[in-house]
């Protein structure tokens, strides 16, 4: 019965604890220090939203980039270039004419910080868009993943290992049951 106790006491010790670590591992450190906000989390195609922040040197140029991927080698998008004020703070207005999830990073030119934000444009493309011909035009994606994420919360794998907890439990039960008879 000690044995089976031990078992269990470890097993879930074991189990809790990797969600930790697990949650832990996709978080970025150290934290950028560069905060980048737009000022719509979704808009329009053609619709013109801000994109500000702070973290910069006093009076800092800095690189806008708006990219629909992260794949420099498949880069598809454009860049801007703003400054900082005193502060070290921006703001730029910009639009962007073709719908999907966009990256929009900001990077100083002195103090090399980066800031990231994502906006989702909807809607078709804007007016005057140089997109892929008619006939090459991919087809509309029926399911919205702008939510989806990959990360698992530290619950999720604690209730992983409650419920694996419980079926070591019966098992151990079972087995120390079938031994008494």
Excluded: C
């Excluded at 939203?49 to 629909?68: H, K, M, P, R, Y």
């Excluded at 921006?90 to 030119?109: A, L």
């Excluded at 994606?141 to 992983?160: E, H, I, Q, Y």
């Amino acid at each position: 019965m000690k044995k089976i106790v031990s078992a269990v006491a470890l097993t879930a010790a074991l189990t809790l604890s990797a969600g930790t670590a697990a949650y832990a591992a996709d978080a970025q450190y150290p934290a950028p220090e560069l905060s980048v906000v737009v000022s719509a989390g979704s808009v329009q195609a053609g619709e013109e939203f801000t994109v500000s922040g702070a973290g910069l040197e006093a009076n800092e140029d800095a690189t806008i980039t708006v990219a629909q991927n992260q794949s420099a080698k498949n880069f598809r998008g454009f860049t801007k270039t703003t400054s900082a004020n005193a502060s070290g703070e921006f703001s730029e207005e910009i639009s962007i004419d073709k719908p999907g999830r966009h990256w929009i990073s900001v990077e100083g030119y002195e103090s090399e910080e980066i800031g990231t934000a994502s906006v989702v444009v909807t809607g078709p493309p804007a007016e005057g868009h140089t997109g892929p011909k008619d006939e090459k035009e991919p087809k509309e994606l029926k399911a919205d993943r702008s939510a989806a994420t990959t990360s698992v919360s530290p619950a999720a794998w604690g209730a992983a290992g409650l419920g694996l907890l419980v079926t070591a439990g019966a098992a151990g039960a079972f087995m120390v049951k079938r031994r008494q008879s």
